[in-house]
């Protein structure tokens, strides 16, 4: 099937989040849109998929022009979508997913469960997707969980298949595997779009690549385009994919984490024994896949965690499991994982939100009374030393992009002397132009002497940053190795493999550049 | 699965004037979706009269032969109502001295002064992302303490009153504290808490009248003494009007409101609970406590309205001393869209609702519960401004604040 998009419009009052966009995706074709967080392409495929009307412009499928008003419109023309978060029902099976909505029925309207167990598994088994049709998703891994959205697109007959950030919540292997997937499902004649902001997942699987920036359409490239030329189009200029920073030079000890616990209420260790330190002057970054430890981790260290907390988390020689929060907030910057959700209170202005952790300190208050003008002051200034974009520290955060709400929750945990940097997934849904500011602001604070520590799930972010890594998979640490391990080898041990296993494992031409290891095997 | 429209704002390079967020002032546009909401609830309530007025439903059976007499009817109806509710709230016109015109204005102050606090006690707690169905209950005990140390102790004025009102404030915040308590340490939602403590509070009341230390002796119906003159809040006009000092307490009570939401550092943190009680924790602020707290000044605030019910203008403690005032704060919080300026003017307006009321009963025979349905009316348009806005047809900014009221269940 082919698919097409002419002159593609669409405005959000003054804001035009698409511009014209003509876009042809071929059958067999393996079609990637790239652009940064934020340049239209959500946009674009909700109006693809019916759930937004366009302003102008029209949908053509094999050359008729097709009128889409809903999802279910874009399914009956055979388009079928995977969106970033699954739209799965956790506590059904995968056979009772799929036909959700499309149930087969027998006579007075019984469930026809076992004709939607069939189907899932004669997908299951042309694609070669191993998926158990009788599986409780909930229980199902990640990856499981997103062949069952494929599969479901499939067994609506989409012909054109639109991958969202599918890549997002995978680990490296889960990736290739899903990339196997893909090809496997062109080869038999589906049209795929695949939206990324990842250039290197694009350079391995697409056989045509858009660029879109701002909205517009601002280029095609071939797979063969360097990485850096893909950068420099999805973001109109040229980009450094690297962090530019000297060698660290560590201090003494700042934060020892030893042998630290989180259980659930069931008793799991969500954190398994986990002992590790950072020293002042260095970045250490936390690798693994999502949903590995690392929240529980670092909420442990904040004293935010509702579990159970047993070990000891040392900064600068005193205790803080067991602390409050707000005083731990005296000597740790924290850029929380979520920041909509955990960071900002998005109706609050700019300025409420730079004193959010601090305003009941003496700095930012006198007898229980605000010291508005200080608040007001400080805020600009960090306003202006994070150049965070806005028309005034006195709008709500929510008008602010990612990149400068993030810029905002960096601006706080650095707005006073602190002996530690606590970031968590620092750049998640971030533009390239912040991500570089914000990776430039660590490494400044890194070299000032603060202890730093990052979590976070992007390869590309911890090899960059990190002066050692702590590589962790289902609340253990399977090793602490150097800044030039390879990523293959780190791929390996995000999916729990030991580092001497995973060297063994990776292909030749990586080893040469893998890296000493500093803690090998460290449980 | 029906996604908001995702932004997607390009942060890449903008300059600041390159894309602007619309803010606008939504002062105004609420403003005027509130008063457009009372005209209409007051053009419903004309109906309603209308065709509830016998003259009219007389007229009307001859509809068809001379229409003009039923509308005529309807109108005579309709308007009389109104003008009767206008005199008995604001200004009798048809008083002989000025004193006795502008009494219907100091009865609407006095009977809109607990309406107030007792709204506030209702606005506090939804900035803090709390839902407090319990000032009914909140106000009983403050009057149930304030009562007490006015009848039982002879103390010289001032001290009385002063002590009448800590007993009402501490009384109040003690009902209050239970909720947020209940809430903090066991997650248990405060509005069904603060519902069933509503009843509690009104069948220890109701057992309380039948003790030999609250029942006025010689008695045998559920009323206490009479409060001494010591605790009773001075009348501010002289003995023609009941208008008291709890009126200025309340515009007093509505500022300290107004400084502790805007001005203070525990107001910024039973903001930020409420706005996002996760990020609030992540940043230091004890959610738990900040729920205790608020629902403790909350509960005293209406514990005040009880104070001004039985040492301002009941004098006696009796089983209805709470006059369903508990119930209405909701409404006025709900209208005054939480804030403490809005409270006020939302209690002046149900104050005078209700004092006109009474009057338009007494000379017109239009029953008291319009005045309800009105009530009901203006709050129900206020909560749906964009109904307000098609039947107006005014282009709609959308930027109207909704105002938050609750969390879901067990949040």
Redesign the interface.
Known sequence: MKLELRGITKR????V?NDHIDLTVNPGEIHCLLG????????LM?VLYG??QPDEGQILIDDEVASIHG?GDAVAAGIGMV?QHF?LVPVFTVAENVMLGYEYTRSLGMLDRGAARDQVVELSSRFGFDVDPDGMVEDLPVGVQQRVEIIKALSRDARVLILDEPTAVLTPQETDELMRIMRGLADEGTSIVFITHKLREVRAVADRITVI???AVVGEASPETTESDLAAMM??RTVELTVDKEPSQPGPVTLAIEGLHVFDEAGRALVDDVTFDVHSGEIVAVAGVQGNGQTELVEAI?G?NEHVVTGSVLLAGAELVGQ??????DHVG?V?EDRS????????SLA?NLV??Q??TPTY?AR???R?DVIKNTSTTLVDQFDV???GIQ??AS?L????QQKLVMARALSRPIDLLLASQPTRGV????IEFLHGRMVDERDSSTAVLIVSTELDEVLALADRIVVMYRGHIVGIVGPDTSRHVLGLMMAGVPYDEAAVQAPPDDVDHEGPVVDGGAL | ???P??????????G?EA?????RSPLWDTALVTFLSFVLALAIGGVLIAVSDPDVAEAASYFFAQPLDTLAAAWESVSSAYLALFQGAVYDTSASTFQQAIRPLTETLTVAAPLIVAGLGVALPFKAGLFNIGAEGQIILGAIGAAYIGFTFALPWGLHLLLAVVAALVFGALWGGIVGLLKARTGAHEVIVTIMLNYVARFLLAYLLTTSVFQRPGRNDPISPIVDDTAQYPALLGDWSRLHLGFVVALLAAAFVWWLLN????G??F??VG??P?????????VERSYVLVMMIAGSLAGLAGSFQVLGTEKALSGGVSAGIGFDAITVALLGRGSPTGTVLAGILFGGLRAGGVTMQARTGTPIDIVLVVQSLIVLFVAAPPLVRAIFRIKGGGSIETLQVSKGWGA
């Open positions: 959000f009052g003054s804001l989040a940064e967080n934020g340049a239209g392409k959500s946009t909700n759930m937004l999802p969106h739209m920036r701002r909205g973001v109109g904040m935010l409050e929060t707000s005083a731990i907030l924290y929380p959700h955990d960071g900002l209170v998005s109706s609050f409420e959010l952790d305003v009941s208050s229980g009374s605000l508005r974009r806005t028309q709008y709500p008008s992009s990612g990149g400068n533009d390239v132009g912040s | 699965m029906t996604a429209p995702t932004l997607e704002t390009t942060p890449a390079a903008p600041p894309k602007q967020p619309k803010v001005r203070s550092v525990l910024f943190q903001r930020a706005a996002n996760s990020a609030a924790r992540t940043a230091g602020i004890k």
